[in-house]
């Protein structure tokens, strides 16, 4: 009998120490589930913030970007009819060209005239006219060339009277005033045809426009506004270019009229020197 009471003894104190065990146990379970459920709740909610966000940025409306100078033409140069506004886009062209080539032979033709005539005075005062000569072939524009003519008809036995060497002086500044000229003609030209193909656009627009109103046999501003638009753009083109011309052609003027200054001081100059030099009949 207390062989049966010590079993039952040994058996209810190994139920009562195995159950704190057991129920430590499944605390430390419940809580690893508990963590293992956040950590999957926290990874579902950032893969959800992931694919809403792209959707968050679609259903936000673009931002257009401002169009270039570039583009803004482009699209303006198509709307206007693209023949006439090729014909304007060749008037400019065609025109800078002509201002390009008269500003660089322009360039090119400016000297010191002060100085390149002190130069020659000095040769002609030690009576070194053939090194004159040489030295105004090589030297560019029209001051060179005309004081060269004076040179050579200096330098000769039967054109070196005072009356020969101004009239030749004055033939070759016509003449060099003739090439500084050269081309002119074209720019202004080209300034002229720039708004009369505008305006002759603007002539076909209205055109377009009146025969759109007797399709639609209506008069409203849709209608009209296509052939409108037209119009006025290729107006607006042709003006633009006339107006870019016009800078640069006064621009290559001023340029000749200076150069016909130095050219009229270079004159009295060389005249003043021919006449003090002994080679010079008087």
């Not at 209608?223 to 006064?250: D, E, H, S």
Request: aromatic share 6%; charged share 20%.
């Amino acid at each position: 009998m207390k062989k049966y009471f010590a079993i039952v003894a040994m058996v209810a104190a190994f139920s009562f120490g195995m159950t704190p065990s057991v129920m430590a146990q499944d605390e430390v379970a419940e809580e690893a589930t508990e963590q293992v459920d956040s950590v999957a709740e926290e990874a579902t909610d950032s893969v959800a913030a992931e694919e809403a966000a792209p959707a968050v940025e679609e259903t936000v409306a673009p931002v257009e970007e401002e169009e270039g100078l570039h583009k803004t033409l482009k699209t303006k140069f198509i709307e206007g009819n693209a023949g006439f506004m090729s014909l304007v886009a060749i008037a400019l062209v065609l025109g800078l060209a002509f201002c390009i080539e008269r500003v660089i032979y322009l360039t090119l033709a400016q000297v010191n005239t002060r100085k390149f005539l002190a130069a020659l005075a000095e040769k002609v005062k030690a009576n070194k006219v053939d090194e004159a000569i040489e030295y105004c072939a090589g030297t560019r524009g029209p001051v060179a060339q005309i004081s060269k003519k004076a040179m050579q008809c200096l330098a000769s036995d039967d054109q070196n009277d005072i009356a020969t060497i101004e009239r030749s002086i004055n033939i070759e500044a016509e003449v060099q005033g003739a090439y500084l000229e050269e081309n002119c003609s074209w720019i202004t030209l080209f300034i002229a045809m720039a708004p009369s193909l505008g305006f002759l656009g603007t002539v076909i627009g209205m055109v377009q426009a009146f025969d759109d109103i007797e399709r639609a046999g209506d008069i409203s501003p849709t209608v009209v506004a296509g052939g409108m638009k037209v119009a006025l753009i290729t107006t607006i083109f042709g003006i633009v270019v006339a107006l870019i011309l016009q800078v640069f052609y006064n621009y290559v003027l001023s340029r000749v009229e200076a150069l016909n200054s130095n050219m009229e001081e270079a004159a009295m100059g060389l005249l003043d020197m021919c006449v003090k030099s002994p080679k010079c009949k008087k």
